[in-house]
Nanobody, 121 residues
Framework: QVQLVESGGGLVQPGGSLRLSCAAS????????MGWYRQAPGKQRELVAS???????DYADSVKGRFTVSRDNFKNEVYLQMNSLKPEDTADYYC???????????????WGQGTQVTVSS
């Protein structure tokens, strides 16, 4: 199993920046793609950004050019640098990791508990 713990959320003014971190523990060698989802009040959870073990990234159109996802495979951490934040970025942000158990050949997804980001003046 993989456990994920996020940190770095908070309150920031429009135009400001925040950096989210997510630390993984447990069977980290089974992790493949990692990334971030977010869920705003009354809305569905949406994919924000993801990164493969090799460093290939993917972003939602709404955050391209403003957010940067990265990971440190030695520290087993994934990050989300958020710049030029807008009020519409306000949401709970969840870290995830796609996991493959070679012993059982089962794919699954691990989730963090979420961290709140509020963009407001």
């Amino acid at each position: 199993q993989v456990q994920l713990v996020e940190s770095g959320g908070g309150l920031v003014q429009p135009g400001g920046s925040l950096r989210l971190s997510c630390a993984a523990s447990g069977n980290v060698f089974s992790m493949n793609r990692m990334g971030w989802y977010r869920q705003a009040p009354g809305k569905q959870r949406e994919l924000v950004a993801s990164v493969t073990r090799g460093g290939t990234t993917d972003y939602a159109d709404s955050v391209k050019g403003r957010f940067t996802v990265s990971r440190d495979n030695f520290k087993n951490e994934v990050y989300l640098q958020m710049n030029s934040l807008k009020p519409e970025d306000t949401a709970d942000y969840y870290c995830y990791a796609d996991v493959f158990d070679a012993r059982t050949a089962v794919h699954s997804r691990a989730w963090g508990q979420g961290t709140q980001v509020t963009v407001s003046s």
